[in-house]
């Protein structure tokens, strides 16, 4: 934000989660990488869901963000 005032990006993650996407998946401006921005609230009435595959990271303690578990996230 500058001068409170949001960035176009910030808009644009603001009606994605109001028209109810789950996520978002967009290149980074840092670099070559993506980035994923996920909605927790918007897979309540959702089939879609997110998984880690393979190795947890040290302290997460949830793999799967679906229909049942996305109130653990929000």
């Known amino acids: 934000m500058h001068y ?3 960035s176009n990006s910030q808009y644009l ?14 290149p980074s401006s840092k670099g070559d990488g993506h980035c994923l921005a996920v909605y927790p609230e ?6 879609s869901f997110v998984e880690i595959e393979g ?6 303690t949830h793999r799967r963000l679906d229909q049942g578990t996305f109130s653990e996230f929000t």
């Open 4 to 6: 409170d005032v949001p």
């Open 13 to 26: 993650g603001q009606v994605a989660w109001a028209v109810g996407l789950e996520a978002v998946h967009f």
């Open 42 to 47: 918007n897979f309540k009435n959702s089939n």
């Open 55 to 60: 190795q947890c990271p040290v302290g997460v």
